[in-house]
């Protein structure tokens, strides 16, 4: 099993728009040899390949994972196998899918090896752009810098699994583990939420990776909800966007500042057009008044967007929509209010 570890000195991002890749530098780190049978199959650094060396963690893992015999389980970027094994130990399938040729060349030998070719299917390519099969379970030791797309990819597969077991860097695995209050809890975390519970399994430390990298890393247990929230992504993000812009800030205040105001007057005018619909609103003194209205009603305009839980974003949401007031059709003024796509600020 590889860790695909951020080994640079920049600061990682841990939320993007789903699907969305940003341009990065590749990620790097030393390279790894790995020793098979007598060969040595050298780690990219394209790829920031790191071989884990502790077989605990693939313990907690498989137990956290639960799998049950008549289960299929996905696999992203299996490496050498070494989790791929265990596996096809207990599931009645597995499928992986590998960016790296000469990893795909090595797990599949080593799987033919020991007999288990009927029950794995290997995929070459890259995981945010292949089509997710249907799966059960999902365990997986996951490239840092697609952490993002991926986790949003995995949420939106369909149909639903029932159970994701994935390795992430640190920063990011407790940005998603937050809780209202914590100082990390943000858009992340909340957006996690609206799909699936979500909870630490277990801290690794870097030294459990050869070479190790320079951060720790933290396994991830995701849970989809048994009743999905019908709530458009899009549309709940974008009032998380103007929520969690200064999070510390009462919500009153985010929703009243100028250029928001102006841009829920854009969306508006969008939204209205598209419904062949007449506006009703006019003017920012028409749009501040709704606003304040319904931060009112809703009981949230001196709550503050780092103390407010995922019930009470949603009763938000739900108010400014019986408004009219929508947030998918963002315009590019939403740009102004954004200091970094995927960061929370204050």
């Not at 947030?327 to 590019?332: A, E, K, L």
Request: aromatic share 8%; glycine share 6%; with cysteine.
């Amino acid at each position: 099993m590889i860790r695909r570890a951020k080994s640079g000195g920049n600061k990682s991002t841990p939320y993007s728009r789903p699907g969305v890749i940003t341009k990065s530098s590749s990620i790097s780190g030393p390279v790894t040899a790995v020793n098979r049978g007598g060969s040595s199959l050298a780690m990219e650094h394209k790829f920031g390949q790191h071989l884990l060396r502790n077989p605990g963690i693939l313990d907690k893992m498989m137990e956290a994972a639960k799998i049950e015999p008549h289960e299929t389980v996905l696999e992203i970027g299996p490496g050498t196998g070494n989790l791929t094994d265990r596996l096809l130990e207990r599931a009645k399938d597995v499928i992986a899918i590998e960016i790296d040729g000469r990893l795909a060349a090595e797990v599949r030998k080593r799987i033919q090896d020991k007999g288990r070719s009927h029950k794995f299917k290997l995929i070459e390519g890259d995981c945010l752009k292949v089509p997710f099969p249907q799966f059960d379970v999902c365990a997986t030791n996951l490239p840092y810098n697609i952490s993002s797309p991926f986790v949003f990819k995995l949420l939106t597969h369909r149909p639903r699994f029932r159970c994701a077991v994935v390795m992430f860097q640190k920063e990011f695995a407790e940005r998603l583990v937050a809780r209202v209050g914590d100082p990390l809890y943000g858009r992340l975390a909340v957006n996690v939420q609206l799909y699936c519970k979500v909870n630490r399994v277990c801290n690794v430390d870097r030294k459990s990776f050869n070479p190790p990298p320079e951060v720790d890393s933290m396994v991830v247990r995701f849970v989809p909800h048994d009743q999905p929230i019908d709530v458009p992504f899009n549309e709940f993000d974008g009032l998380l966007r103007i929520c969690f812009t200064r999070k510390n800030k009462t919500l009153r205040s985010s929703f009243l500042h100028k250029t928001v105001i102006r841009m829920i007057e854009a969306n508006y005018k969008i939204y209205q057009s598209l419904n062949n619909s007449s506006p009703d609103l006019q003017g920012d003194d028409a749009f501040k008044r709704v606003i304040e209205e319904v931060l009112t009603e809703t009981d949230l305009s001196d709550k503050r967007a780092s103390k407010t839980d995922l019930d009470q974003f949603l009763t938000l949401l739900l108010a400014f929509n019986r408004r009219g007031i929508h947030f998918s059709n963002q315009t590019t003024e939403n740009d102004v209010i954004e200091h970094d796509d995927m960061m929370d600020d204050e």
